[in-house]
Nanobody, 123 residues
């Protein structure tokens, strides 16, 4: 069974940084691509960043390019380094495991989800 546990959320001022971590258990790490999504109040869940199964390829939504970095960290952990945070980055952030090896952006391609971690950026 796959379990994903996010950590690292919190409150930060605009321009600050946070690092989110997603610890994965089960036979997923290194086999499937993983991604980070976010959902702000009243909005749909949106793709933020994805990383391939091998960790050699990444993809980002335009609004975070140059500010966020997704990478495979210590064993069974995928992290999201978020710099130059803006108030519009405020959301609950979720990590997820996809059904393919490529870093897809489509929410429908992700089968397993964590419970989310709140990120709040104050202006």
């Amino acid at each position: 069974q796959v379990q994903l546990v996010e950590s690292g959320g919190g409150l930060v001022q605009a321009g600050g940084s946070l690092r989110l971590a997603c610890a994965a258990s089960g036979r997923t790490f290194g086999i499937y691509a993983m991604g980070w999504f976010r959902q702000a109040p009243g909005k749909e869940r949106e793709f933020v960043a994805g990383i391939s199964a091998t960790g050699t390829s990444t993809r980002y939504v335009d609004s975070v390019k140059g500010r966020f970095t997704i990478f495979r960290d210590v064993k069974n952990t995928v992290s999201l380094q978020m710099n130059s945070l803006k108030p519009e980055d405020t959301a609950v952030y979720y990590c997820a495991v996809s059904d393919t090896t490529a870093e897809v952006a489509s929410l429908e391609r992700y089968n397993y989800w964590g419970q989310g971690t709140q990120v709040t950026v104050s202006s």
